[in-house]
């Protein structure tokens, strides 16, 4: 593939997962037709399936999104080796909850329980999807960190993925219950809850 035509592909690229996140954010993935998105980037619907091969693979693409602009927000934790596992996760809990209280965010939840939704019907996409894979970057944030402040241990990388997995997954959790109750929990007590794993690691 030539320069030219490698931009080209990668500007179409762009263009349907802009398209697609919007519509899929503002109606839902079920209720949008790939002629929607492809018109809405001025592309035809052979592009989809020329680029992703799919309208789920789209979907995928459209996560996958997000999750490297979530992960993007986390990279200055990531860097400060000052900050303990502690520090790591209160700031993480808040940030989270900061995105998800957020308009966008919650358009993004509902994206996810959108995928979700495919997955329990058919199995065969989830090889697709990295979304799961927020535990992976909160794990390599976590290792070799001093679990408190005045600890001298540092997180092993195999406490570190546990932690990760365990926190990942509860603010998850905690993301849906606000979402379906109307309110929740305030991002100090996230971060609350994040930190008490950390205590559960440090007394193992």
């Known amino acids: 593939m030539t320069g030219r035509r490698a931009e080209l592909r990668r500007r179409n690229q762009e263009a349907l997962i802009a398209a697609a996140e919007q519509l899929f954010?503002?109606?839902g993935y079920k209720d949008v037709s790939v002629q929607a998105i492809a018109q809405?980037?001025?592309l035809t619907s052979g592009a989809i399936y020329s680029i992703f091969g799919s309208k789920l693979d789209l979907l995928f693409a459209v996560l996958d999104r997000t999750l490297d602009e979530f992960g993007a927000a986390m990279t200055k934790?990531?860097?400060?080796?000052a900050l303990t596992a502690t520090d790591v996760l209160k700031a993480y809990a808040e940030e989270y909850h900061r995105i998800v209280a957020s308009?966008?965010?919650l358009r993004a939840l509902r994206l996810e329980v959108d995928v979700m939704a495919v997955i329990l019907r058919d199995e065969r996409p989830r090889e697709g999807l990295r979304w799961g894979s927020r535990g992976d970057v909160l794990s390599s944030m976590l290792?070799?960190?001093?679990?408190a402040p005045g600890d001298e241990r540092r997180l092993t990388a195999q406490e570190a993925e546990r932690l990760a997995v365990a926190v990942a997954s509860m603010l998850s959790g905690l993301a849906l219950r606000q979402v379906l109750a109307g309110s929740g929990f305030t991002a100090g007590q996230w971060a609350d809850f994040a930190s008490a794993l950390a205590s559960?690691?440090?007394r193992t």
Do not use: E
């Open 25 to 27: 954010m503002s109606k």
């Open 40 to 42: 809405a980037a001025d």
């Open 77 to 81: 934790l990531g860097d400060d080796q």
């Open 103 to 105: 308009s966008d965010g």
């Open 143 to 147: 290792t070799s960190r001093l679990i």
């Open 200 to 202: 559960a690691v440090d």
